[in-house]
């Protein structure tokens, strides 16, 4: 099965650059929400490794770009580009791991987008290990003046 965008396609609707970019494929999106897979919790180089751990906390990055990636997907469908935003708050954040470099699987997460205006949005999100939940949460985005 072929994804819908690749690693560079999806840092093409992303500010993250380089290994910054931490999603590797979207396999699923319409209005409302998105899938991504990735295997950069294992990756030595991961930018967000701090002596050679890669702490639970970073899940919520994880959770950020993949709404940043579902925003960029939609402007891109309607014809545009992404209003930049800022990570203003996190709700009901869920971690279920300590660590993530030695996770097996590749990562999943799923966002959904709750709320959308012209201030900024409101996602929720459930991140995975294979079948396994590792976090999951809710976070606002507010959009900056362009």
């Not at 940043?68 to 580009?81: C, F, I, L, P």
């Not at 009901?92 to 949005?121: F, H, I, M, S, Y």
């Amino acid at each position: 099965m072929t994804p819908l965008l690749d690693r560079a396609a999806i840092a093409s609707l992303i500010p993250h650059a380089g290994s910054m970019c931490l999603w590797h494929a979207l396999w699923e999106a319409d209005d409302q929400r998105v899938r991504l897979t990735t295997d950069s919790h294992r990756d030595p180089q991961n930018p967000l490794r701090r002596e050679g751990r890669l702490a639970a906390l970073h899940l919520l990055e994880y959770g950020a770009q993949a709404m940043a990636v579902h925003g960029g997907w939609m402007a891109r469908s309607a014809g545009g580009g992404a209003q930049p935003g800022v990570l203003a708050a996190v709700r009901d954040l869920q971690l279920k791991v300590e660590w993530l470099e030695n996770l097996p699987d590749l990562l999943t997460c799923e966002a959904q987008r709750l709320v959308a205006n012209a201030g900024g949005w409101m996602y929720s999100f459930v991140l995975r290990c294979g079948e396994r939940e590792i976090a999951s949460g809710r976070a606002s985005v507010i959009h900056l003046p362009t």
